[in-house]
Structure formats: structure tokens, C-alpha cells
């Protein structure tokens, strides 16, 4: 875990609300539905795909879900531009299931605390590999809590 200081990131993603159980069965396709987006628009992905989370009612989650791109790209329909926070952050890697992320928060949440620094009230997840072609035990995730000040 480490604090580390991250540049702005201009996105192209779709926001909604899902309960958390759902999140598997919603994610792939609204990833699907930006990718091909994307390759008509002829628009490179400058990173790995991202789920931020603006709260954490695992019953009406607020996700946006997209890809980092080089440049702010305009969006179309519900595919809208954004960007993931620049700024003091919070890091942690988890390896392993989605099903044990749960720990990881956790230490980086004890982690902030021990340093007094305060999370901004989202988070935010790059997954490094995909469960549709890698070994639950082996997924790789990075979790960061943008900070405040």
C-alpha cells in the first residue's frame, strides 16, 4: 500500500445504479458497448478498464464504469466523457477473487486512517486482467481512495 500522487485521466463511461450482486452480469456488456464505441470512433484505450464507485449502498450502487483514453474524447448517448481524479491517492493491489476484495479495503482503509489523511467520498478499481480469461485466484485489482487536500 502507498500513498503516490496521480494525474488526471480523461475517460469515456457509462454511469448507473445496479445492486452490487449485479454487478457481474451488467459490467461486461456496458464494457462491450464502449469498446466497440470506441473502435468506430478509431479511439485508443490509454489504460485499463475502471469501475469508480460514488457510493457504496451495495443495494443501489452509483458506478461509472469505462476506460482511461489519451485525450478528452466526446462521448455519444450515455457514454459520456469524464476523467478519474488527479491528486494525492491511496493504493492498494488485490490479488485474487472479487469475492475476497472485501479485505483489501479494509487494510486500505486502516492504512489512511493510521497516516490521518481523509478519503474523498468515492473510490475507484482498475482491473489488470479479466475474469472471463484468468483464474479467480490470480485476478489482479487495483484499488485507490482519492484523498483530500
Same mark, same amino acid.
Given at each position: ?28 456488456? /456496458? +464494457?462491450? %458497448? ?6 468506430r470512433?478509431?479511439? &485508443? *484505450? ?6 469508480? +464507485? !460514488? ?12 476506460? &482511461? ?15 478519474l =481524479? ?7 493491489? !488485490?490479488?485474487? =477473487? +472479487? ?12 492504512? /489512511?486512517?493510521a497516516?490521518? /489523511?481523509?478519503?474523498?467520498? *468515492?473510490?475507484?478499481?482498475? +482491473?489488470?486482467?479479466? &475474469?472471463?480469461?484468468?483464474?479467480? %485466484? ?12
Amino acid at each position: 500500500m502507498e500513498i503516490l500522487r496521480k494525474k488526471e485521466q480523461p475517460t469515456l463511461a457509462v454511469r448507473y445504479r445496479t445492486a452490487a450482486a449485479k454487478l457481474p452480469e451488467t459490467m461486461g456488456p /456496458v +464494457y462491450g %458497448e464502449i469498446a466497440a464505441y470506441m473502435a468506430r470512433k478509431g479511439i &485508443p *484505450f490509454a489504460g485499463p478498464p475502471f469501475a469508480l +464507485y !460514488h457510493n457504496m449502498d451495495m443495494e443501489d450502487l452509483d458506478v461509472e464504469i469505462g476506460f &482511461p483514453v489519451g485525450k478528452a474524447e466526446p462521448g455519444e448517448g450515455r457514454i459520456k466523457a469524464g476523467s478519474l =481524479p488527479g491528486g494525492p491517492t491511496a493504493s492498494a493491489k !488485490h490479488t485474487g =477473487p +472479487y469475492t475476497t476484495i472485501e479485505a483489501t479495503y479494509n487494510a486500505l482503509t486502516a492504512f /489512511v486512517a493510521a497516516r490521518g /489523511v481523509i478519503p474523498e467520498s *468515492f473510490m475507484y478499481e482498475e +482491473y489488470l486482467n479479466s &475474469p472471463e480469461d484468468t483464474a479467480p %485466484e490470480k485476478l489482479m485489482t487495483n484499488i485507490y481512495f482519492p484523498l483530500k487536500g
